[in-house]
């Protein structure tokens, strides 16, 4: 298996991990869809993407309506997308990615962070070539090939396709299919599943570490006191970070 299986693994139990922090990431994102490509999702391939994720995360369906609804409002201000890079003690590289309406608060709220927590926020470009940025997609596992699902998608760019399981909420293990793919491969991707029927459970993008460093345990808590106070904040809607994570 590649390095984003590793990363998946890793990372599945600790992401979406407060349902509350999870319907407010995705409003933002429903927001910044709905500005960009309209209200109506069969129009709006972003906004697809986004319901599926919301659904995925058991967002009741009448939230993620007036969530539409409060997003088509011109008096609804929009959200800006704002990546931050800096590092943690013990050397270890952090991305941030953001969704604000007061860039002036978020810069000086995730400066406070860094500040705080020994860490130093560094300049636009500092750290991110150390990630490759990627995209993402859950799909029904049913009656999937997945050797014949990788030759029909290798023309896309995609990199790696394996098998996932995850519960529902009754404890019943679903099988998916992970597929994963350079960041500009997402809307030829969707296209393709789409088209093909294939059922897409959740989609998204992520930035995976091209190398990671194993800590201590007590170095790791250093860094752990960092991401803790990131992930807090509201703007704030995915952190990175090159520290080797365990399994367990």
């Not at 390095?3 to 349902?19: G, I, S, T």
């Not at 990630?131 to 090939?145: I, M, P, Q």
């Not at 997402?186 to 460093?213: C, D, M």
């Amino acid at each position: 298996m590649g390095r984003a299986f590793e990363f998946r693994k890793a990372r599945k139990m600790k992401r979406w991990a407060a349902m509350s922090k999870a319907f407010t990431r995705i409003g933002k994102d429903i927001v910044m869809a709905v500005k960009e490509g309209g209200p109506d999702p069969d129009t709006n391939a972003r906004l697809r993407a986004v319901i599926q994720n919301a659904k995925s995360v058991n967002m009741p369906k009448d939230n993620i309506e007036r969530a539409i609804k409060r997003a088509s409002d011109k008096s609804q201000g929009d959200y800006k997308e704002v990546l931050f890079e800096g590092y943690a003690p013990h050397g270890i590289a952090i991305l941030v990615e953001t969704a604000t309406d007061n860039n002036t608060r978020t810069v000086a709220n995730i400066r406070s962070y860094f500040n705080k927590c020994d860490g130093s926020l560094g300049t636009s470009g500092s750290v991110s070539f150390m990630f490759d940025h990627t995209c993402n997609f859950k799909v029904k596992g049913e009656n999937l090939d997945l050797e014949e699902l990788e030759l029909e998608l290798i023309d896309f760019g995609v990199e790696e396709i394996f098998e996932d399981t995850d519960e529902d909420e009754d404890g019943n293990e679903i099988n998916s299919v992970m597929i994963y793919a350079p960041f500009e491969s997402f809307g030829k991707i969707q296209a393709y599943l789409e088209e093909n029927n294939i059922e897409i459970l959740s989609s998204g993008f992520e930035r995976i570490p091209q190398v990671t460093k194993k800590l201590t345990t007590e170095q790791a808590e250093d860094v752990e006191k960092l991401l803790e106070k990131i992930e807090e904040d509201d703007d704030v809607q995915n952190v990175y970070h090159t520290m080797e994570e365990t399994t367990d």
